[in-house]
């Protein structure tokens, strides 16, 4: 699908750009090559790093890509998206003694963009087709990852999308200046050349696919829904315009919003990632101040720091220990301010209201849990939280014939993790059938 | 501050650094600029009858990020008319009086040696070097190191040089022969004053695998060249030592092969050479280099009391010996620094794969291999090592397996995390004692 180039998102860059050759091959050369590598244990994957990276030094970059790949089939988005500070860099022995750690990320990027590129031959062929298929719902990490290890091996593999276009978060959500949508969307058109089919705007449990139905046409079925909806505050003026859910506002400025807007005070709510990326998004993109309100202190956040730290550094204010508790509208409804209320242990403190004027808010304070699609299917269980349970070894449901991963059943973690949760379906199905 | 200035054979320099004959020694402008930045000598790029050269000329073997490692030519002697290079020659001994300015040649017959030599003296040169070295071209023309490999030749062809020279003689070795002494003994025959190697090492640097052509390529063909540069080090500090020890060659050395800073001249005159001649380093950053070299060659001898240069020269020749000669009774084992370790277990994978499987890590006891010598199970010490910034992946040395080869040592990135400790060991004892004595059987062998 192709997607317009004048897209709001589009008016940001990345900000780690693919590294030269010269650049990976000097990166590439630093690496210690350790033995028993920690940064091999802190993937999700369990990516060989070092293999890899000593693979770019020695120029076989053919094989870098093939060694990433067989532990994390969207090794190229993962590459981009990974908060490798938390991960494989931050435990680089390098990082210990105080040096300059190896630029894991960029350099997986470098040899899984190089190997994937269209004019490059072909990295993998898929095996003769087998008499088994699988149907995956959600066309995010998960599945993709699950179904293209599953077409690798000869399994047919359909995805069912709710949405127009699949890539899941990948295309809807991630921080621009990390991954564009369209680098997202090249990632499925590879996915799709192993043979994996996908439907979009095709909803289970709705549009007359129901669970029975792919039960019954399907050998497995594979749930990567993800999360839902953006959670609301719940308090007074939050319905109506200027007031928008942060994922909602996110894919609407990924895919949809044209270049030019221009962005006034805006005010976002919530302490994780997500509301991070939010702020700096509206940052980068001009906004005149961005303002986070979280309800307990700074420490307290969910967000990563070194994501807060790039947040203030391109101006994001963070106001700790308040909480939203209404949103102040103008007579013909235009939004004018958030009011809060000061916080203690992330109690509000009466009498302590106050406005922070604004023209936007975004509240990024979670998203909605995917239950409903449970029932569709006798055995799989939700959790306290709303979270499908599983498995997390093989994906394996109460239902000997559904599995899932990813952020359905984790209540929202990295990209990679979803991968591994899709991979490990995939391989513990493909050993099932002795493929 | 240390005197360096030297004496090699009657030539006085200001200090033992000179240009070795390649290109940076191609004309007068820039052995001028040269002699600015500091050198206190150069061998002039080789004369002789004008060449015709080849494009490309260089080569190169790059060691990681590291550019220029190894340096392998194909370029031939001089390709300007003698008597430009003359000329130039005489205009620089005008305006650089004190600084060393030899004459590299080469040629064929008597009568073409007895010109150029006296054309080359007439112009001012302090000595001639008699290239008997070069190992690409000049050779299939029956000159440069297809002299050097034929001891009967070059000594005599270096008796013809000294019938006509009036200024010292050296002669420069190729490394390129199976015995170095023996060329040594008879650049000493033909009475040459003074000897210069190494000249470069013959080589074929690369193959460019798409075109399927030895490197460096020149249209579709390659041939041979000479490899240079800090790679071939430890090959020139070799065939030095083993003629520096020998007792029929006194006459002075001056030292070649991939010197690169004050550290390496400074293990070249340990090793015998009165002066040392510098290429590669300076093709790769230019005669800038010469001031940390005297700098640091200069603190060098201030921090060890030496007075002169002259006290370094030869210091190390005593302690090369023979294998057999070397203590069987000297131990040493692999610590390692918990504090300093970064965990990255380079040394685990080095000692078992390629050394003698004795570094574990994991606070448990650890089965040794099969054919080990200490009996039992190897144990980690007590207290376990925690690591400050390896925590618990600290290695740990089974020490009564190690045979103290610095291997671990070698690998470590951390410098001073692993160190060698000398340990008590055997009375002392050489093989060649044992030989001596009948003491030499090694139960296994062949007949047992």
Same mark, same amino acid.
């Given at each position: 699908?192709?997607?317009?180039?004048?897209?709001?998102?589009?008016?940001?860059?990345?900000?780690?750009?693919?590294?030269?050759?010269?650049?990976?091959?000097?990166?590439?050369?630093?690496?210690?090559?350790?033995?028993?590598?920690?940064?091999?244990?802190?993937?999700?994957?369990?990516?060989?790093?070092?293999?890899?990276?000593?693979?770019?030094?020695?120029?076989?970059?053919?094989?870098?890509?093939?060694?990433?790949?067989?532990?994390?089939?969207?090794?190229?988005?993962?590459?981009?998206?990974?908060?490798?500070?938390?991960?494989?860099?931050?435990?680089?022995?390098?990082?210990?003694?105080?040096?300059?750690?190896?630029?894991?990320?960029?350099?997986? %990027?470098?040899?899984?963009?190089?190997?994937?590129?269209?004019?490059?031959?072909?990295?993998?062929?898929?095996?003769?087709?087998?008499?088994?298929?699988?149907?995956?719902?959600?066309?995010?990490?998960?599945?993709?990852?699950?179904?293209?290890?599953?077409?690798?091996?000869?399994?047919? &593999?359909?995805?069912?999308?709710?949405?127009?276009?699949?890539?899941?978060?990948?295309?809807?959500?991630?921080?621009?200046?990390?991954?564009?949508?369209?680098?997202?969307?090249?990632?499925?058109?590879?996915?799709?050349?192993?043979?994996?089919?996908?439907?979009?705007?095709?909803?289970?449990?709705?549009?007359?696919?129901?669970?029975?139905?792919?039960?019954?046409?399907?050998?497995?079925?594979?749930?990567?829904?993800?999360?839902?909806?953006?959670?609301?505050?719940?308090?007074?003026?939050?319905?109506?315009?200027?007031?928008?859910?942060?994922?909602?506002?996110?894919?609407?400025?990924?895919?949809?919003?044209?270049?030019?807007?221009?962005?006034?005070?805006?005010?976002?709510?919530?302490?994780?990632?997500?509301?991070?990326?939010?702020?700096?998004?509206? =940052?980068?993109?001009?906004?005149?101040?961005?303002?986070?309100?979280?309800?307990?202190?700074?420490?307290?956040?969910?967000?990563?720091?070194?994501?807060?730290?790039?947040?203030?550094?391109?101006?994001?204010?963070?106001?700790?220990?308040?909480?939203?508790?209404?949103? *102040?509208?103008?007579?013909?409804?235009?939004?004018?301010?958030?009011?809060?209320?000061?916080?203690?242990?992330?109690?509000?403190?009466?009498?302590?209201?106050?406005?922070?004027?604004?023209?936007?808010?975004?509240?990024?304070?979670?998203?909605?849990?995917?239950?409903?699609?449970?029932?569709?299917?006798?055995?799989?269980?939700?959790?306290?939280?709303?979270?499908?349970?599983?498995?997390?070894?093989?994906?394996?449901?109460?239902?000997?014939?559904?599995?899932?991963?990813?952020?359905?059943?984790?209540?929202?973690?990295?990209?990679?993790?979803?991968?591994?949760?899709? %991979?490990?379906?995939?391989?513990?199905?493909?050993?099932?059938?002795?493929? | 501050?240390?005197? +360096?200035?030297?004496?090699?054979?009657?030539?006085?320099?200001?200090?033992?650094?000179?240009?070795?004959?390649?290109?940076?020694?191609?004309?007068?402008?820039?052995?001028?600029?040269?002699?600015?930045?500091?050198?206190?000598?150069?061998?002039?790029?080789? +004369?002789?009858?004008? /060449?015709?050269?080849?494009?490309?000329?260089?080569?190169?073997?790059?060691?990681?990020?590291?550019?220029?490692?190894?340096?392998?030519?194909?370029?031939?002697?001089?390709?300007?008319? +003698?008597?430009?290079?003359? %000329?130039?020659?005489? @205009? *620089?001994?005008?305006?650089?009086?004190?600084?060393?300015? /030899?004459?590299?040649?080469?040629? @064929?017959?008597?009568?073409?040696?007895?010109?150029?030599?006296?054309?080359?003296?007439?112009?001012?040169?302090?000595?001639?070097?008699?290239?008997?070295?070069?190992?690409?071209?000049?050779?299939?023309?029956?000159?440069?190191?297809?002299?050097?490999?034929?001891?009967?030749?070059?000594?005599?062809?270096? &008796?013809?040089?000294?019938?006509?020279?009036?200024?010292?003689?050296?002669?420069?070795?190729?490394?390129?022969?199976?015995?170095?002494?023996?060329?040594?003994? =008879?650049?000493?025959?033909?009475?040459?004053?003074?000897?210069?190697?190494?000249?470069?090492?013959?080589?074929?640097?690369?193959?460019?695998?798409?075109?399927? *052509?030895?490197?460096?390529?020149?249209?579709?063909?390659?041939?041979?060249?000479?490899?240079?540069?800090?790679?071939?080090?430890?090959?020139?500090?070799?065939?030095?030592?083993?003629?520096?020890?020998?007792?029929?060659?006194?006459?002075?050395?001056?030292?070649?092969?991939?010197?690169?800073?004050?550290?390496?001249?400074? @293990?070249? /005159?340990?090793?015998?050479?009165?002066?040392?001649?510098?290429?590669?380093?300076?093709?790769?950053?230019?005669?800038?280099?010469?001031?940390?070299?005297?700098?640091?060659?200069?603190?060098?001898?201030?921090?060890?009391?030496?007075?002169? *240069?002259?006290?370094?020269?030869?210091?190390?020749?005593?302690?090369?010996?023979?294998?057999?000669?070397?203590?069987?009774?000297?131990?040493?084992?692999?610590? /390692?620094?918990?504090?300093?370790?970064?965990?990255?277990?380079?040394?685990?994978?080095?000692?078992?794969?390629?050394?003698?499987?004795?570094?574990?890590?994991?606070?448990?006891?650890?089965? %040794?291999?099969?054919?080990?010598? &200490?009996?039992?199970?190897?144990?980690?010490?007590?207290?376990?090592?925690?690591?400050?910034?390896?925590?618990?992946?600290?290695?740990?040395?089974?020490?009564?397996? $190690?045979?103290? $080869?610095?291997?671990?040592?070698?690998?470590?990135?951390?410098?001073?995390?692993?160190?060698?400790?000398?340990?008590?060991?055997?009375?002392?004892?050489?093989?060649? =004692?044992?030989?001596?004595?009948?003491?030499?059987?090694?139960?296994?062998?062949?007949?047992?």
């Amino acid at each position: 699908m192709a997607l317009p180039q004048d897209r709001l998102e589009n008016a940001l860059d990345d900000k780690k750009p693919t590294f030269s050759e010269s650049e990976a091959r000097a990166e590439a050369e630093r690496c210690l090559y350790c033995a028993d590598a920690p940064c091999i244990k802190a993937c999700p994957t369990e990516i060989d790093i070092p293999t890899f990276i000593k693979k770019i030094a020695s120029g076989n970059v053919r094989g870098s890509a093939k060694t990433i790949f067989d532990q994390n089939l969207l090794g190229y988005s993962c590459s981009r998206v990974c908060p490798v500070e938390e991960l494989c860099v931050g435990d680089c022995v390098y990082t210990g003694w105080g040096r300059d750690p190896i630029p894991i990320g960029r350099l997986q %990027r470098y040899a899984t963009e190089k190997a994937t590129k269209p004019e490059e031959k072909a990295l993998f062929t898929p095996k003769a087709r087998k008499d088994k298929k699988v149907a995956l719902i959600g066309a995010g990490p998960a599945s993709l990852a699950c179904a293209g290890y599953l077409a690798l091996e000869g399994v047919e &593999a359909i995805i069912f999308e709710k949405r127009a276009v699949a890539g899941g978060l990948n295309t809807t959500g991630i921080a621009p200046y990390k991954l564009h949508a369209q680098d997202a969307l090249h990632e499925v058109e590879w996915v799709q050349s192993f043979g994996v089919k996908i439907e979009t705007g095709v909803e289970v449990g709705k549009d007359h696919l129901t669970g029975q139905k792919l039960l019954d046409a399907y050998d497995a079925v594979f749930i990567g829904v993800g999360l839902g909806e953006d959670t609301k505050l719940g308090v007074p003026g939050e319905d109506g315009p200027g007031v928008v859910g942060a994922t909602a506002w996110i894919e609407e400025m990924k895919l949809h919003k044209k270049q030019g807007e221009k962005l006034g005070h805006v005010v976002v709510v919530g302490g994780g990632n997500t509301a991070i990326d939010v702020a700096r998004e509206c =940052a980068l993109l001009g906004a005149a101040s961005v303002t986070m309100v979280y309800r307990r202190s700074a420490k307290e956040m969910s967000g990563y720091a070194h994501e807060m730290e790039g947040a203030r550094v391109e101006g994001v204010q963070l106001v700790e220990s308040a909480q939203p508790v209404g949103f *102040v509208r103008s007579a013909q409804g235009e939004l004018t301010a958030i009011r809060v209320a000061r916080t203690e242990g992330g109690k509000n403190i009466p009498g302590t209201e106050y406005e922070i004027p604004c023209d936007l808010a975004a509240v990024a304070i979670g998203q909605s849990k995917l239950r409903a699609l449970a029932s569709e299917f006798p055995g799989v269980e939700v959790d306290a939280r709303g979270c499908l349970k599983a498995d997390p070894a093989t994906g394996r449901t109460g239902n000997a014939k559904v599995f899932t991963g990813g952020d359905c059943v984790n209540g929202g973690k990295e990209v990679v993790n979803a991968v591994a949760d899709g %991979r490990n379906a995939a391989r513990t199905l493909l050993a099932a059938w002795g493929f | 501050m240390a005197d +360096l200035s030297i004496d090699f054979c009657g030539i006085k320099s200001p200090n033992p650094f000179w240009l070795a004959s390649a290109p940076p020694t191609n004309t007068g402008e820039q052995i001028m600029r040269a002699f600015d930045a500091g050198w206190g000598g150069a061998v002039w790029k080789t +004369l002789g009858d004008p /060449i015709v050269n080849v494009t490309s000329r260089f080569g190169a073997v790059d060691l990681g990020t590291y550019k220029m490692m190894g340096l392998n030519n194909i370029e031939l002697i001089t390709d300007r008319p +003698l008597e430009v290079n003359l %000329r130039e020659i005489r @205009e *620089v001994k005008r305006r650089y009086p004190k600084h060393v300015i /030899i004459a590299s040649l080469m040629t @064929e017959t008597k009568e073409d040696w007895r010109v150029l030599i006296q054309k080359c003296e007439d112009a001012g040169a302090d000595g001639l070097e008699l290239n008997f070295g070069c190992p690409h071209g000049m050779c299939e023309r029956g000159m440069g190191s297809s002299v050097g490999q034929e001891p009967k030749l070059l000594a005599e062809i270096t &008796a013809w040089t000294k019938e006509f020279a009036k200024t010292p003689v050296l002669v420069k070795l190729t490394p390129n022969t199976g015995d170095i002494v023996e060329a040594g003994l =008879a650049a000493v025959a033909g009475g040459g004053d003074g000897i210069s190697l190494i000249n470069t090492v013959k080589s074929i640097v690369g193959v460019d695998l798409d075109r399927m *052509v030895p490197l460096p390529r020149v249209g579709n063909a390659s041939t041979n060249g000479g490899y240079c540069g800090p790679a071939v080090k430890p090959i020139a500090l070799h065939l030095l030592a083993a003629l520096a020890r020998e007792e029929g060659i006194k006459i002075p050395i001056s030292g070649i092969g991939g010197i690169s800073n004050w550290r390496d001249a400074a @293990e070249f /005159i340990a090793l015998g050479s009165t002066s040392v001649q510098v290429c590669t380093a300076v093709m790769h950053y230019g005669y800038r280099i010469v001031e940390d070299m005297i700098e640091g060659l200069s603190n060098f001898l201030d921090e060890k009391g030496m007075k002169s *240069v002259n006290e370094l020269r030869g210091k190390a020749v005593g302690n090369y010996q023979e294998w057999g000669d070397l203590d069987l009774g000297y131990k040493l084992i692999a610590k /390692i620094d918990a504090e300093k370790c970064i965990g990255c277990q380079l040394c685990v994978t080095a000692c078992h794969d390629g050394a003698h499987q004795c570094i574990f890590t994991g606070n448990e006891e650890k089965t %040794r291999p099969p054919h080990a010598h &200490a009996h039992g199970k190897a144990t980690p010490p007590t207290p376990f090592p925690i690591g400050k910034i390896a925590g618990p992946r600290v290695p740990w040395v089974d020490e009564p397996e $190690c045979v103290g $080869c610095n291997l671990c040592q070698l690998v470590c990135p951390v410098s001073g995390c692993i160190t060698m400790q000398e340990v008590p060991g055997g009375a002392a004892d050489t093989w060649n =004692a044992r030989v001596r004595e009948g003491r030499n059987k090694v139960p296994g062998g062949i007949h047992d």
